[in-house]
């Protein structure tokens, strides 16, 4: 049997869209202050992207399920994607399989490196050797096919950042999710790479840091604006958009009135803490239903 005939279940589940640092307060209240961490209910799957502050909720509620298994991609060792990794719950309990996937960048060539790199004295008061999870650590190319046995598929590409950054694409069912959290437009070749790598795909969650006008001040920093995000997907044929990596400082206020005039451009959201994304039968939930989905499991 074909996966696209095999296919029960492909959920994705936002538990951190803030970019760059985690915010706190009431006016971030509604769509959240975690970074970076989206969670693939594929089957009876579980495979994570990114490592944000968001990963910590994920992983104490991840231990209240069954798997016991989960498969972890790191998309770049940029702080806001890897700082909850030392606190994923899943990593501590030795009945847990946690497999963690990295491409490598300059300074981690490797997952190992990554670990090492801020999983140690002064930064923290342990090092991994405290993991009791049945860990494997796995290479993930920047360019290609992500070798896992699954009944789905996993490709990546570069995505134009400081010091690289891995786009993860994620096909099953006859479906797709496109996830390119930190990249910057360049009306060129890494523009025309981003819109082959995301062409079709019904759901892409892409950087959405600045405003237009915010972002001529910060060429080189490496994340877009939500308007030329939009652009994007629209002429990559992408069903609906996920506005993603909003910036600290950015208020649910400022944040309703992009996904306002985004809505004008093409389907989008701006993506919340809790959001549960169900690409087999459904789409985007409304209100209290986004984060009790996203509690459910
Ligand atoms: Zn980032
Ligand atoms: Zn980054």
Redesign the pocket.
Known sequence: MKASEAAQRFDVVSWGAR??LPSTGEDFNLHGGATCCVELRLDDRIVVLDAGSGIVDLGQNLVRRDPCSVDLLI????L??VIGLPFFEPLFRPDWQVTLWFAGVEGAPDSQALLDTFIRPPTLPFTSAEFTCQLALRQIPRNGQVEIDAPFQISTAPLN???G?TGLRIDHGGRSFAYC??YEPDDGPSDATLRTFIAGADLAFLDSTYTPDERPAYRGF??ADWLTSCNIARSAGVGSLGLF?HAPQRQDAELLAIAKAAGATMPSHAVRQGDCVDLLTGGWPSGRERLRKAQDG
């Open positions: 970019g760059t998309s770049h060792a940029h806001d994607h950042h400081p010091g950054n959290s930190d490496g994340h990596h």
